[in-house]
């Protein structure tokens, strides 16, 4: 795929998706430690809290197929739910065990009756072969959370955004979470023809994609921890992996832990709590989620030790919010701030010699 039909492709995309779901916000108002702003592009704001249904909406909509299955953990799910609603189509979602409540309910709210809800024990992967086997049997097409092409040039229309809101800039660095890989190559294919760079942003050792990369072929990783639950992926996709490959002077790694995780949301909270006065509950609205501040979390980490003249941006994917994984983070990030006692002196006044 050339620049020039990438970048056709990419604004068809665009033409075919509702207005409710573009245009989010972009908001330079992050002061990193380099003393560097950071864009934030808000997908938390989309009508399903996450960036996922502009992918599964260029699927479902460029597919002449009526049925779908799908595995999910939750952010696609919706998304396809969503899509599957507007467009008069009907959806069957695996979810794995660990799919939070919070996109359970999510996805059956947008989905209504054109969506089904089956929790599957297992990961991603296992959901996965349950949606293949019925897809299979019942001659449906199986839709592909992150494989896919059509997937894959939806989620580009996010970076596309931001190029249309940047072009005063010459040079931008994106921070984007990495999970099954649409993300980063939806960017990759955004910015072909620039300088632009990409870092991916993975959370502990969920490393397929970096893996994959490095060494030239799918790579899959089993030690996967799910406090992002947007990332835990054995493997990513074949699609996206092409992508990498062939942008890969472009496109960098980074991990966080969940130490940095917590950080991010709780500057998040402290913000919102300044927000009150004004905007009453609203301040608490779209409150993102702990895979939705994935990339803001490597970009305040990577300006710990880099400087440059670059755009920073990053990618907040999601709201969908589940109180036990932010719990978690939070608590580590208070651990991690946690150092020795020291004893306070109490000043006695001036003393007599």
């Not at 939806?186 to 023809?193: H, I, M, V």
């Not at 493997?235 to 832990?257: K, N």
């Not at 979390?297 to 036990?324: H, I, Q």
Request: charged share 20%.
């Amino acid at each position: 795929m050339n620049v020039r039909h990438t970048k056709a492709t990419i604004r068809e995309a665009g033409e075919r998706l509702p207005r409710a779901i573009q245009n989010t916000p972009l908001h330079f108002d992050t002061l990193l430690p380099n003393n560097q702003l950071l864009g934030v592009k808000d997908e938390g704001t989309q009508p399903t809290g996450s960036f996922k249904v502009r992918g599964m909406y260029n699927a479902l909509a460029s597919s002449n197929h009526q049925h779908f299955t799908l595995e999910s953990a939750g952010n696609a799910a919706s998304g396809a739910a969503y899509s599957a609603n507007v467009l008069g189509k009907y959806l069957m979602v695996y979810g794995p065990e660990g799919m939070s409540a919070s996109k359970q309910h999510q996805t059956r709210r947008v989905g209504g009756s054109a969506v089904e809800l089956y929790i599957v024990d297992g990961q991603l992967a296992e959901a996965g072969a349950e949606a293949e086997r019925v897809a299979r049997e019942n001659g449906w097409y199986h839709q592909s959370p992150y494989d896919s092409m059509n997937a894959i040039v939806g989620n580009a229309t996010v970076a596309a955004e931001v190029l249309e809101r940047t072009r005063q800039a010459e040079v931008r660095r994106f921070f984007v979470p990495v999970g099954g890989g649409s993300v980063v190559a939806s960017t990759l294919l955004a910015t072909a023809g620039t300088r632009d760079q990409v870092v991916g942003v993975q959370f502990a050792a969920n490393q397929s994609a970096e893996k994959s990369v490095t060494n030239g072929h799918l790579t899959a990783v089993d030690d996967l921890d799910g406090l992002c639950d947007g990332t835990p992926v054995r493997q990513i996709g074949r699609a996206p992996f092409d992508i990498m490959m062939q942008h890969s002077d472009r496109l960098s790694f980074m991990s966080v832990e969940a130490s940095d995780i917590g950080q991010m949301l709780h500057h998040e909270i402290l913000r919102r709590q300044q927000l009150v006065p004004d905007y009453g509950d609203d301040a608490w609205e779209d409150m993102p989620e702990t895979t939705g501040v994935l990339a803001e979390a490597g970009a305040f980490k990577y300006a710990k030790e880099n400087r440059d003249d670059m755009l920073w941006v990053a990618l907040r994917t999601g709201s969908n919010t589940d109180p036990t994984r932010e719990s978690r983070a939070l608590a580590a990030y208070q651990e991690s701030m946690a150092g020795p006692l020291v004893r306070s002196r109490v000043w006695r006044g001036p003393q007599r010699g």
